[in-house]
C-alpha cells in the first residue's frame, strides 16, 4: 500500500520539477530582456540663427507657411544602419497648400565621395546617393524614409551606409518650400540653410 502512494506521489513530484524549470526559464529570459541595448552615439550637431529664412520674389504662398521651413538645429547619429539625421525646425507641414523639400548634403575633399539625401514633407519618402562609391558603377542610391515629432517640430531621416561616405565630410542642409506637386526646385517660395563648421565623420 505504501508502495502505492509512493508511486501515486511521483508523477506530482515530477511535475513540480518541470514547472521550476519553466519558471527558471522565463526569469532568466525577462532578466536578459531587462539588458538595456547600446545607447546610439551623437557625433554631429550644428545650429542655425532663428528668423533667418530667405523669402523669394515668387508669388503664391503667405508668409508664415514660407517660415515653416526655419531651421534650428542639425543632430546626426551614428546607428548600426547608417547616421540618422534629425533636423530641428519651426515646423514640418505634410498637408497644406504647398511642400517643403529638405536636402542633407555630405561633402569630402577635393576627388573625394559626396552623399546627399532628399525628403520631402508630403510624402515622407526621398533618396539619397554617394557619388565615388566602391562599386563598378562608382555610384550607390538608396531610398529614405522620414519621421515626424508629434508636436511637428522634429524630421528623422537615415542614410543606409551604403549611401555615406566613410571619410571626414562637410555637412550642410538645405530646405525650401515650393507648390503641392510640383518638381522641387522649379518655383522656390523660402528657402534656409544650416552649415556644420569643419570636417567631421558621421559613421564608422
Given amino acids: 500500500m505504501q508502495m502505492a502512494e509512493v508511486r501515486a506521489r511521483a508523477p506530482s513530484g515530477c511535475l513540480t520539477a518541470a514547472v521550476r524549470m519553466l519558471v527558471l526559464g522565463l526569469l532568466l529570459a525577462l532578466a536578459a530582456a531587462a539588458v538595456p541595448a547600446a545607447e546610439a552615439t551623437e557625433v554631429v550637431t550644428g545650429s542655425d540663427p532663428h528668423g533667418d529664412v530667405r523669402i523669394t520674389k515668387a508669388v503664391g504662398l503667405d508668409a508664415p507657411k514660407r517660415r515653416t521651413i526655419d531651421l534650428r538645429r542639425l543632430s546626426v547619429t551614428e546607428t548600426e544602419k547608417g547616421p540618422r539625421f534629425q533636423l530641428r525646425l519651426r515646423r514640418v507641414v505634410a498637408n497644406g497648400s504647398f511642400d517643403q523639400y529638405f536636402f542633407v548634403y555630405l561633402e569630402g575633399g577635393d576627388g ?8 520631402k514633407a508630403s510624402k515622407l519618402r526621398g533618396s539619397g546617393g554617394l557619388e565615388g562609391a566602391d562599386n563598378p558603377n562608382g555610384y550607390a542610391a538608396c531610398r ?7 508636436d511637428r517640430r522634429r524630421l528623422t531621416v537615415t542614410l543606409p551606409n551604403r549611401c555615406t561616405p566613410k571619410q571626414s565630410v562637410k555637412v550642410s542642409v538645405l530646405a525650401y518650400t515650393t507648390p503641392l506637386g510640383e518638381e522641387g526646385g522649379v518655383r522656390v517660395f523660402s528657402r534656409d540653410r544650416l552649415r556644420v563648421p569643419g570636417l567631421v565623420d558621421v559613421r564608422d
Fill in 112 to 119: 573625394q565621395q559626396f552623399a546627399f539625401l532628399k525628403i
Fill in 144 to 150: 529614405v524614409e522620414g519621421r515626424v515629432s508629434p
